[in-house]
Each structure stands twice: as structure tokens, then as C-alpha cells.
């Protein structure tokens, strides 16, 4: 009766035991801005909450986002850890129950008895149990950590995500800005080519000067020279997106052209104090300072004595047949208390190092919030300032082009020197090159804006619609 009243008594200490040992978690307080730096006004509405495949028009883009999606090697990396953890959830959970087991053994044997010299076989088998009582909560504390740590195995792949959706987005576009400039060097080689033509007519006819075609000549090789730099340039990329797309270096489908690019009108921002909700980087954070908080409990618990109670039933005889007979049968009942005396101070230094953790932790998690501002203030910066740089750069290419046009006529009624031509030629090409990078900036900082507001978490790549065009253009290697 007793031995019943005890157990009875840990029963109800387990049942009434309202909460584990530790520190209960807590966010930390961090600075939210009232407005993001470099936003007009507070905007409900966000540019994170539309969809990779609304954000990007292009059907070829969104089709290599879906495809990267669903082949990418990182994605499939990131997906295996969550599983990982997923079954590191269940193996701390399941020490919150009862551990059976069983065992058997079959023996034969002479002389173990002192005077006996007969051969006797010896069959045995039992089914035992174990079950920790989690009195203090030391379980619980390991079940919260694990499953603190699979939601941030989760908020990292949903990063990687993010990361992938705008990786190839960025990649696309940076393609497209290189196919551009390829197109104007080409254009600009055959401009080059034609000027050159000119002197050397002009000084055939013994009107023009050695130097002229000397130097119409030169500015020809250096255009030349970029048309293959820029195929080298592109391949690169290409094979850069490949890789992205899960796929070995091959050439990329195209879609609309770098100025043909459709981007939303308007980029809202949304509330800063959303960002913290929305962005995985941040709340994965905070899941592995939920973690470590955790785990500062589980170092505390381990100061205490563990509890558990124990059972075995089962049956032991010299013949097989006989082993579940009542004669036969064993049982037994108890319970145990375990505990600490002397450790050399290992659960001091477990302890001292699990609150260390928990503030690098907590140091980590602030250090992501202010990243994560900062690139907000930063995209948002950029997407205004480089619509004033690229209205400036397109009125400095027209003037350059009417420049070089009316150099070139001057030069053909005699009117002007063959160095006017060739300095309106060799400004108007780095120029032309500036505009097409500031276009691709632009492009850049919208996809840059979207990142940093944590978009882009919807993985499904099953676009509506159809995903490819027809005229889809693809490009060749170079060589």
C-alpha cells in the first residue's frame, strides 16, 4: 500500500508541476523606425506581398525562377534539414513517454551450480518499461529547443528561397544589361568601322591626314575588342544561371529586352514593424535565440535529481515451453532517483555556457534586424535616386548622338577636323554603356527592394498562364 502511495505521489507532483525550469522566452526589445529611411510616407500595403510571379512580367524570367525553384541543389539541401529536424523533434518528444523494450536469452550450460555436474539449459524473456518523470521540466525544455531549431531550419529555407527567387532575377537581369551593351558595342564597332572608312577615302583622296585613320583605326580595335570581352562576359553569366537552375553550363531562352523589362509603377515599403514578421533571416533568428533560451532551462534541470519509475514482467525456466507458465513468471515494480554530488564543475561550465550562447544569440538576432533595416533604407534610397540618374544619362546620350551626328556632317562639308568626329564617337559609347548599367540598377533595386522586405515566399512555380513565349529567343555561346 504504500509502495502504491508513493507512486501515486509522483503521479500528482507530475500533474501539478505548472511549468519547466528556466527562463520563459521573451523577444528582446528592438528599435523599430516609425518609417523606413529613404520612404515618403507610412504605407500599409507592401511590395513584399505580390507574388514572384505578378513582381516579374517576363515570361522567360519567371519561367527559369520556377525552374530553379524546383531543380536547385541548395533548395534540396535546405528541404533535407527541415526533415532533419523534423526527426530530431520526435526524438526529444518521445522521452516524454514511457520507453518499453524487451529481452531474451537462451543458455546451456555445466557446473554453475557448486556440485553439480548436470547439463541444464536456462530460456528467459521479459518486457520492461522506463519512464523518466519530467518533474522539473528538463523534456520539455529539450522538445521547445528542438522544435525552436526546426523553425529555423524552416525560416532558412525559406530564405534560400528568397534568395533563389531574386538570385535569378538579378542574374537575369544582369544578362539582359550585358546583352545590351553587347548590342551597343556592336553598333558602336560598326560606327567606328564606317568613321574609319571615311579618313581612309578622305586621305586616299588627299584630302584627310595619316593620323586621322591612325587613330579612327585604334578606336576601331577598342571597340572590337569590347564586342569580345562582352561574349566572354555573357557566357560567364549564363553559366552562372545555370547553376542557379540546377543544370549544367548552357545557353539561357531570353524574353523582353532590358528597356522592355515591366516593373510595378509604385514600390511600397509596408510598415517597418511587419519586416520583423515577414523576413526569414529574422525570424529564424529569433527561432535559434527561442533555442538557446531553451536551453539555458535544460542546463538548470540538470543541477536536479532525475526521477523515473520502472517495470518488468516476463518469465525464467529450464524448459522453452514453461516460460509463461505461473511458476515460471517474474515481475518487478520501482522507482529511482538520480542526481549530481560532484562534477568537477561540468554543470557549471554547461550552464555558464549555455547563457553565453543565448547571448550570442541574442546579439545575432539584433545584428539581423539592423541588416535588415538598413537594406530597406537602402533599396528605397536607390530606387529614388537612380530615376534621377537615369534621367540625366538619357538626355546626356541624346545630346551626345545630335552631338556626333552634326560632327559627322560637318566633317563631310569640310567644316570640321576629323578629331571632332572621333570625340563625339568616344563619348557617346561609355555613355550609351552607363545608361544601359543605371537601366539594370533600376531593375536591380526594385528585385533588391523586394528581398529585403522578405518577398517572394510563395514557392509554388506553377505560374498561370502560359510561362514561355512563343518567340522566346535563345542566345548562343561564345566561343
Known sequence: MRSRSTIAG????????????????????????????GQAEVEPATLADLPWWELFQDPALRDLIGTSLAANRDLAVAASRVEQARGFVL??????????????????GRGLVIGSTDT??????????????????????????????????????RGIVLSLVSGVAQAYFELRELD??????????????????????????????????ARADAAHAQAAASVADLER????????????????????VRGATLTGQVMPPSTPAGLPSTLLERRPDVRGAE???????????????????RIGLTAAYGGRSTELDQITSGAASLWNVGGSIVGPLFQGGRLIGGYEAARANWEASRA?????????????????????????????????VAGLNE????????????LASYFEVLEAQQELFPAELALARVERDRLLAVVQLYRALGGGWSEDPAVPGEIRPASAEVWPSWP
Not at 233 to 252: A, H
Request: proline content about 3%; aromatic content about 8%; hydrophobic content about 50%.
Open 10 to 37: 509522483l503521479l500528482a507532483a507530475v500533474l501539478l508541476a505548472g511549468c519547466a525550469l528556466g527562463p520563459r522566452y521573451r523577444r528582446p526589445e528592438v528599435a523599430v523606425p516609425a518609417v523606413h529611411r
Open 91 to 108: 526524438v526529444a518528444r518521445s522521452e516524454m513517454l514511457p520507453q518499453g523494450g524487451y529481452t531474451g536469452s537462451a543458455d546451456r
Open 120 to 157: 541444464f539449459n536456462v530460456f528467459a524473456g521479459v518486457l520492461n518499461a522506463a519512464w523518466e518523470i519530467d518533474l522539473w521540466g528538463r523534456i520539455r525544455r529539450t522538445t521547445e529547443a528542438a522544435r525552436a531549431e526546426l523553425l529555423a531550419s524552416d525560416e532558412f529555407r
Open 180 to 213: 545590351r551593351e553587347l548590342e551597343i558595342a556592336r553598333r558602336t564597332t560598326t560606327s567606328f568601322a564606317d568613321t574609319q572608312h571615311l579618313f581612309v577615302r578622305q586621305f586616299q583622296g588627299g584630302v584627310g591626314t595619316k593620323l586621322a585613320t
Open 233 to 252: 562576359l555573357i557566357v560567364i553569366k549564363e553559366n552562372q544561371l545555370s547553376v542557379l537552375l540546377g543544370r549544367l553550363p548552357m545557353p539561357i
Open 287 to 305: 527561432a535559434l535565440l527561442r533555442s538557446a533560451n531553451a536551453r539555458v532551462g535544460v542546463a538548470i534541470t540538470e543541477f536536479l535529481p
Open 364 to 396: 545575432e538576432y539584433e545584428q539581423t534586424v539592423l541588416v535588415a533595416f538598413r537594406e530597406v533604407s537602402d533599396a528605397l534610397i536607390a530606387i529614388d535616386r537612380l530615376r534621377v540618374v537615369y534621367d540625366e544619362l538619357f538626355r546626356a
Open 403 to 414: 552631338a556626333y551626328r552634326l560632327a559627322r556632317l560637318r566633317f563631310v562639308d569640310g
